[in-house]
């Protein structure tokens, strides 16, 4: 086992101190603040810290970019030109991304240049498609001789703010189609992982977008976070994160009633049924949750299988999970999955296992801390799992996954929508009556059949209930960095 050489570009990126990129220039601010590497826990790289003041000049940056600058007067076609370079150059360089993102946040390099990197590069190319074809519409209304049509605006300045699982890509998700509706855009990457994303920031230049449509402010939520999530100058936040972050950035919002949509947590229901097809359904219940880790706010955290597949089911799991490398991400070869994000994570995960056991359930793999250095728990199978237990209805957030027991259809369907959040949910069965049946019931924002935490650029994704509200990607994420203005002509 070796460590895999760093690109030149990486060493020389995290070798020294990354100031903020505001109105395409590189600033630092009176503060540091540090990331640390989850595969050993030791310093990776020094931040320059956003505070109140920072924000501001970010703000302003962005907010001088929409009025006066050329961003918001050139043609669609120029637009979707520098956001398909970004493209082009994001593909290029996805191992640099790929290098940072596993060193930021632990999962394996490869994972996150074939999947973090180039699926966040897929996203800039759809939507580079997507400028001119934001069209308005004539309506033939009742009043004689008026011309009623709509136009199709950007909303203004939008501040966006990301979490630390898939660093790059939920930027992409949210970046890419604020940029195609014509926005400029403050983003406030997590402070465990804002690398990535300062690096992307440098290629968007270099592509071609004018200084100050986007800004890059790292910085600590309670203070960076907070600051833009109530700054007058915003317009619009986009939020990916907790559902406990999401609730302070309603109220943050109130000041100047702001846009928000929120992609929030969630405590996926995963069903499946005594005639799923068990040689997809065990292994793809296995990744549905254990996938990065666990750190997927579509986890299949709750695991519900039929009482006469059950032993069957957590054998197979338990032979799965056996079989897997836990380690570095930058270990060659790579081991299968990363360290959990920090160390506070790491207390609060072991911490539910303790407690699921103590209230009755029982561990059957993993559940203590792998090793001194880093942050690694080996992947987490609890048995025995009850609705009312605090590990089946709090999001956990890291590799562990829940099995429930169910024997009925219409009990389970109950079970499974008896949660404060709504994400996402899935079903493994053969039956089309019960699937078609099922999908429509569950309540969350996604269902998967047959399979597992499939997305697209095209797709919409978002939540119901304490998941959140409004959808990305696709068509829908163009309606949620715009807003309609109906324009009447005598
Ligand atoms: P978090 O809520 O702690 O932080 C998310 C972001 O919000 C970070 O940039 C953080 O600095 C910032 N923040 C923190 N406090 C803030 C405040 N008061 N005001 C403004 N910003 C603030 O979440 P996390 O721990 O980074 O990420 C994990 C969570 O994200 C999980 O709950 C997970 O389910 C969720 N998530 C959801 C989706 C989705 O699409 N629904 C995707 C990924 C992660």
Same mark, same amino acid.
């Given at each position: 086992?070796?460590?895999?050489?760093?690109?030149?570009?990486?060493?020389?990126?995290?070798?020294?101190?990354?100031?903020?990129?505001?109105?395409?220039?590189?600033?630092?601010?009176?503060?540091?603040? +540090?990331?640390?590497?989850?595969?050993?826990?030791? &310093?990776?790289?020094?931040?320059?810290? !956003?505070? $109140? @003041?920072? *924000? #501001?000049?970010?703000?302003?940056?962005?907010?001088?970019?929409?009025?006066?600058?050329?961003?918001?007067?050139?043609?669609?076609?120029?637009?979707?030109?520098?956001?398909?370079?970004?493209?082009?150059?994001?593909?290029?360089? +996805?191992?640099?991304?790929?290098?940072?993102?596993? &060193?930021?946040?632990?999962?394996?390099? !490869?994972? $996150? @240049?074939? *999947? #973090?990197?180039?699926?966040?590069?897929?996203?800039?190319?759809?939507?580079?498609?997507?400028?001119?074809?934001?069209?308005?519409?004539?309506?033939?209304?009742?009043?004689?001789?008026?011309?009623?049509?709509?136009?199709?605006?950007?909303?203004?300045?939008?501040?966006?703010?990301?979490?630390?699982?898939?660093?790059?890509?939920?930027?992409?998700?949210?970046?890419?189609?604020?940029?195609?509706?014509?926005?400029?855009?403050?983003?406030?990457?997590?402070?465990?992982?804002?690398?990535?994303?300062?690096?992307?920031?440098?290629?968007?230049?270099?592509?071609?977008?004018?200084?100050?449509?986007?800004?890059?402010?790292?910085?600590?939520?309670?203070?960076?976070?907070?600051?833009?999530?109530?700054?007058?100058?915003?317009?619009?936040?986009?939020?990916?994160?907790?559902?406990?972050?999401?609730?302070?950035?309603?109220?943050?919002?109130?000041?100047?009633?702001?846009?928000?949509?929120?992609?929030?947590?969630?405590?996926?229901?995963?069903?499946?049924?005594?005639?799923?097809?068990?040689?997809?359904?065990?292994?793809?219940?296995?990744?549905?949750?254990?996938?990065?880790?666990?750190?997927?706010?579509?986890?299949?955290?709750?695991?519900?299988?039929?009482?006469?597949?059950?032993?069957?089911?957590?054998?197979?799991?338990?032979?799965?999970?056996?079989?897997?490398?836990?380690?570095?991400?930058?270990?060659?070869?790579?081991?299968?999955?990363?360290?959990?994000?920090?160390?506070?994570?790491?207390?609060?995960?072991?911490?539910?296992?303790?407690?699921?056991?103590?209230?009755?359930?029982?561990?059957?793999?993993?559940?203590?801390?792998?090793?001194?250095?880093?942050?690694?728990?080996?992947?987490?199978?609890?048995?025995?799992?009850?609705?009312?237990?605090?590990?089946?209805?709090?999001?956990?957030?890291?590799?562990?996954?829940?099995?429930?027991?169910?024997?009925?259809?219409?009990?389970?369907?109950?079970?499974?929508?008896?949660?404060?959040?709504?994400?996402?949910?899935?079903?493994?069965?053969?039956?089309?009556?019960?699937?078609?049946?099922?999908?429509?019931?569950?309540?969350?924002?996604?269902?998967?059949?047959?399979?597992?935490?499939?997305?697209?650029?095209?797709?919409?994704?978002?939540?119901?209930?304490?998941?959140?509200?409004?959808?990305?990607?696709?068509?829908?994420?163009?309606?949620?960095?715009?807003?309609?203005?109906?324009?009447?002509?005598?």
């Amino acid at each position: 086992m070796s460590t895999i050489a760093l690109l030149p570009e990486v060493s020389q990126f995290i070798g020294r101190t990354q100031g903020l990129r505001i109105n395409g220039r590189e600033v630092m601010a009176e503060e540091a603040f +540090a990331v640390l590497n989850p595969s050993t826990g030791g &310093l990776l790289a020094q931040i320059a810290k !956003a505070g $109140a @003041r920072e *924000v #501001d000049l970010a703000v302003t940056s962005a907010s001088q970019a929409f009025h006066h600058g050329p961003w918001t007067t050139m043609g669609p076609d120029a637009r979707s030109r520098i956001i398909w370079r970004l493209a082009d150059l994001m593909e290029e360089r +996805a191992a640099i991304f790929g290098q940072l993102d596993a &060193l930021d946040n632990g999962k394996p390099f !490869a994972v $996150a @240049r074939d *999947v #973090d990197a180039m699926w966040s590069a897929r996203h800039f190319r759809y939507f580079a498609g997507w400028p001119d074809k934001i069209e308005g519409a004539t309506i033939p209304v009742n009043i004689p001789d008026r011309l009623n049509y709509t136009l199709i605006k950007p909303v203004g300045v939008c501040g966006l703010i990301t979490p630390w699982n898939y660093p790059l890509l939920m930027a992409s998700w949210k970046l890419a189609p604020a940029l195609a509706a014509g926005n400029t855009v403050v983003l406030k990457p997590s402070e465990e992982t804002p690398l990535s994303v300062l690096y992307l920031a440098d290629l968007a230049l270099e592509a071609g977008l004018p200084p100050g449509v986007l800004n890059v402010i790292p910085g600590l939520g309670q203070e960076a976070g907070a600051a833009l999530a109530a700054h007058p100058g915003i317009a619009k936040v986009g939020f990916t994160g907790s559902t406990r972050t999401g609730r302070a950035i309603v109220e943050a919002s109130v000041g100047n009633l702001k846009r928000v949509s929120l992609e929030l947590g969630g405590k996926a229901a995963n069903i499946l049924f005594a005639d799923a097809d068990l040689s997809r359904a065990i292994p793809g219940a296995f990744w549905a949750n254990f996938g990065n880790n666990g750190q997927s706010c579509t986890a299949g955290s709750r695991l519900f299988v039929h009482a006469d597949i059950h032993d069957q089911v957590v054998a197979g799991l338990s032979e799965i999970a056996a079989g897997l490398r836990v380690g570095p991400g930058m270990d060659d070869p790579a081991h299968d999955l990363g360290p959990v994000i920090s160390e506070k994570q790491m207390r609060m995960i072991l911490g539910h296992v303790d407690k699921a056991q103590m209230q009755g359930a029982t561990c059957l793999t993993g559940g203590a801390r792998a090793g001194d250095s880093g942050w690694f728990i080996p992947l987490t199978i609890i048995g025995g799992v009850t609705d009312e237990m605090t590990i089946a209805r709090e999001e956990v957030f890291g590799p562990v996954l829940s099995v429930l027991r169910f024997t009925d259809d219409a009990e389970v369907l109950v079970r499974a929508n008896s949660s404060d959040y709504g994400l996402a949910a899935g079903l493994w069965s053969q039956d089309v009556t019960r699937v078609r049946r099922m999908a429509d019931a569950l309540q969350a924002g996604t269902v998967w059949v047959n399979c597992w935490g499939e997305t697209d650029a095209a797709s919409p994704f978002g939540g119901v209930k304490q998941s959140g509200y409004g959808r990305e990607m696709g068509r829908d994420a163009i309606a949620l960095y715009s807003e309609t203005k109906s324009v009447w002509i005598a």
